[in-house]
């Protein structure tokens, strides 16, 4: 796909707030993207999906993690998708709101969604505007521990205006008004069957209970960190889906993701097959399956933890508390800016990504208006700027023993990422040049079910959310719209003992003047002023070394060739046309359309 097409919605949305874009991309109606459906009589079989990191749980608004928001979006829908393009797509609406509809007020404060009448549950019961504002309360009440808590903090209230029309109540106007309820990651949860889930007891619910859905699919089997099983929905509110049921097998390795698709041909479809791309390249050259790639924004990075890890603080590691538990060293930003400029970036990209990554310097790398040239630099590897940096600021080696010392602490990193063949090999890559700067590193490796979608309370330290280490790396996205995102980056979105560790500010970062240009962001409606203020926030995390960006991910999908329907989405669920896959003979596999690699 052409890279940040998604610029036409921002530009859709901008045109919308002034004037009618009646007819156009904002306001589609319909199925789920309003094309091919296919008929369920000449269906059958099961769809298999493969997903090496597997589910942790099946209510994504308790986990943070994209494979659980993956897995829940087969039955789980959200008022609207994001489409390839950027563009969003009714589900469970009739049409995407706007000013030029009447959706979206003058003023900018309310969103008003009408919902698709005789929409049903998996048990048969009907799904009215009264789920909506469950689903808003579910998260925002205390103790939930609702990980997308923070896309409600500027909603005043959620209504029905009748049963099949919800509004929503903003605090003040909203340059992006489509922040709640749109993408797998925010979908609408049924008030019949999670009512008595308010609040501490949500995790334990869900955890008991297979979630009723609207999709396509419901759930009947689920096995934690490993395998979930589904069935047709009788009640779905599209055409019937081509597949009887789906098995979505987690677990195991992206390699492993990978050849069962293009090798093996055990699989349909595996996610996010992050695995060395010579070896993709392979697999996919003589066996049954291609390889898909869509680039957006998701940005492999390494989070510099700005609180102390030691053990020795017992219930205090890693905790803020009140910015009165800084590192011993990862908070003085020369430091993390020398690590920056050790890194050669074109060389992990090449030696480990290939087609499926471009080197990168910022955390916001798409849609391409917001994006920064202020940090460019990071695209030349600089030892010797890097040792010159540390020695102008007095981080030296005072013992000789090869390691700089800043007052007195040793620049000593545990590092932690998921279990991974590329992740392995990036971290070889930067212990080897971290070395050349005085700066030592020991590798910590997770499971990536437990890493992304653990429980931080239980868990302690094998979550990324609760990490134990200095340093630790993953790739996370950005959405559409920034601001969405940048809340990762407030001192009130820390994660700690206080609010169950639910928040983004993995780094646990608190900054006045971010939270300062964030207040402004959310003030700022679409155009030069907002870019400019994105930028500098972006800025801001990278200078003061918060985070260092590695690599733009393009999101790999393994996909067999006798399977149509995929469309690679690089701002949403994998999934999210599933109720559209379907499979072709082999004799028919050349009429069909053909996925390869796209950049």
Partial sequence: MKPFAALSLLLAIATSMGSSVSGGAMAQTGTINGSESTDSSSGGSTLTLHYWQAPSLLVPYLSDGDKDAEAA???LEPLANYGPDGQLVPRLATVIPTRANGGI????????WNLKKGVRWSDGTTMTAEDVIFTWKYCTAHDSGCQQRHAFNNVAAVKAVDPHQVRIEFIQPQAYPYSVFTGAAMPILSQHQFGDCLGVVARACAEE????????YSVTEFTVNQDVTYVRNPFFH????????VLLKGGGTALDGAQAVLEEGTADYGWNVQAEYQVLRELEAEGPGRLAVAFGSLVERIYINQTNPNQTLAEQRSEYNNGQNPHPFLTFPPIVQAMSMAIDRKMITDQLYGFAGRPECNVIAAPPDYVSTANDTCLIQNITGANALLDAHGVVDHDGDGIRDYRDVPLHITFQTSANAVREATYNLLQDWWQQIGISTDLVQHDASVFFGGDPV????????????DAQMFANSIAIDPEQSLFRGLCSAIPESENRWTGGNISRACNENYDARFEQLRKTPIGPERQH????LND???QQGYEIPLVNRGITSAVAKSLRGFKANPWDSQLWNVAQWFRVEPSDR???ESLGIKQ
């Fill in 73 to 75: 979006s087969l039955s």
């Fill in 590 to 592: 050349d009429q069909g």
């Fill in 209 to 216: 209970r297979l979630p009723l859905g609207t999709g396509p």
């Fill in 458 to 469: 239980l868990q302690k330290g094998q979550t990324y959310v609760r990490f134990f280490a």
């Fill in 540 to 542: 801001l995390v990278i």
């Fill in 533 to 536: 203020l994105v930028k500098q």
């Fill in 238 to 245: 599209g055409p019937q889906p081509y597949f009887d049921d």
């Fill in 105 to 112: 007020s003058a003023d900018g404060r309310t969103v008003t």
